[in-house]
């Protein structure tokens, strides 16, 4: 079965950091690029970060440059997502895919997604 599991959000209070782990089963991660989303209550769900297998290749969106880094371990076929001096604007659901691009439009698969809340 494939499936993508994101895990590691939470309550966090403004200027904290968070890291959110994407964890594949059924296929291979390092196949795809690898993209991390969000979306805010009443807002369309964004892109804000992406990579390619290697690592070497990576994206983000204006929001979150500086703040958040992209990573994977491919022995572990898992991805993450580290936040820090998170904003209560960063305040969302944030989902993980397996992507054919980046920044990715066309995804593979989509995690079930994972809160995070920033707020003092």
């Known amino acids: 079965q494939l499936q993508l599991v994101e895990s590691g959000g939470g309550l966090v209070q403004p200027g904290g950091s968070l890291r959110l782990s994407c964890a594949a089963s059924?296929?291979?991660?390092?196949?795809?690029?690898i993209g991390w989303f969000r979306q805010a209550p009443g807002k369309a769900r964004e892109g804000i970060s992406c990579?390619?297998?290697?690592?070497?290749?990576?994206n983000y969106a204006d929001s979150v440059k500086g703040r958040f880094t992209i990573s994977s371990d491919n022995a572990k076929n898992t991805a993450y997502l580290q936040m820090n001096s998170l904003e209560p604007e960063d305040t969302a659901v944030y989902y993980c895919?397996?992507?054919?691009?980046?920044?990715?439009?066309?995804?593979?698969?989509w995690g079930q997604g994972t809160q995070v809340t920033v707020s003092s």
């Open positions: 059924g296929f291979t991660l390092d196949r795809f690029y």
């Open positions: 990579m390619d297998s290697s690592g070497r290749n990576t």
């Open positions: 895919a397996a992507a054919w691009d980046c920044p990715s439009a066309n995804i593979h698969w």
